[in-house]
């Protein structure tokens, strides 16, 4: 299995709304990773989990908060967020002996696009 | 400053055309990756180029890596419709800060007209 699985594909909420991005990959890989990318721009890095614990946080507003449930699972739960947050939101993954390698490799889901209202 | 300058930003050609996107920088790479992007999807790896001067062929696309390693190309001949897409170089630069991650550059958008 050589995929990065994203849910839902498609998400609306409102501003007060509370909701939650899952990722899920069986590749053995223990680093996964959550992007946010705007139309024709290239994917910003939000935040990396290591073997299961948060290693980078680009300094994201709080109202975005990762969880790392298991090595296979990733969520991103959203709350009070702000119109200007829509956008494409990847998960990725990769081995975790890497993430600060130029061998770094990553393999991404397919996202799942937020608009916020 | 971006670490990874890529030109052109946006491109529109027929199909049937041939084109080349640039990937640049002040310095130096141990490897840099191609990923493309198509509507709707995540990016994609297509390469890694790993060696100074190193030229490697997927298809009809052709990737170069500089000599000094500063920089790579991206050659598409006969471009098709279904080569659309944003097309991304990304890099972790040789001697970087510690904690330095990969780094993407701001991507080619192509289209190919029928």
């Known amino acids: 299995d050589t995929e990065v699985t994203q849910t839902p594909k498609h998400l609306v909420m409102g501003m007060t709304n509370k909701k939650s991005l899952k990722c899920e990959q069986h590749?053995?890989?223990?680093?996964m990773y959550w992007y946010k990318q705007k139309a024709k721009k290239p994917p910003e890095l939000m935040f990396v989990?290591?073997?299961?614990?948060?290693?980078i946080n680009e300094s994201v507003p709080s109202r975005f908060s990762p969880e790392c449930p298991n090595s296979s699972l990733l969520n991103l739960h959203l709350h009070a967020l702000q119109p200007e947050d829509s956008a494409l939101y990847l998960c990725?993954?990769?081995?975790?002996?890497?993430?600060?390698?130029?061998?770094?490799?990553?393999?991404f889901g397919a996202g799942s696009r937020l608009t916020v209202l | 400053t971006q670490l990874l300058e890529q030109s052109p930003q946006f491109l529109s050609i027929q199909e049937g055309e041939n084109l080349t996107v640039y990937c640049n920088s002040s310095?130096?790479?141990?490897?840099l990756q191609w990923y493309r992007q198509e509507p709707g999807e995540g990016p994609v790896l297509l390469v890694t180029?790993?060696?100074?001067?190193e030229v490697k062929k997927l298809k009809r696309l052709t990737f170069q890596f500089g000599d000094a390693r500063k920089d790579s190309s991206l050659h598409i001949t006969a471009a098709q419709p279904g080569d659309t897409g944003l097309y991304l170089c990304?890099?972790?630069?040789?001697?970087?800060?510690?904690?330095?991650?990969?780094?993407f550059g701001e991507g080619t958008q192509l289209t190919v007209n029928p």
């Open positions: 990725a993954s990769s081995q975790a002996d890497r993430v600060f390698s130029g061998a770094n490799v990553l393999t």
């Open positions: 590749m053995g890989h223990r680093a």
């Open positions: 989990y290591s073997y299961e614990k948060l290693s």
């Open positions: 310095s130096v790479f141990s490897s």
């Open positions: 180029v790993v060696t100074g001067g």
């Open positions: 990304a890099g972790l630069p040789l001697r970087g800060p510690s904690g330095s991650r990969l780094t």
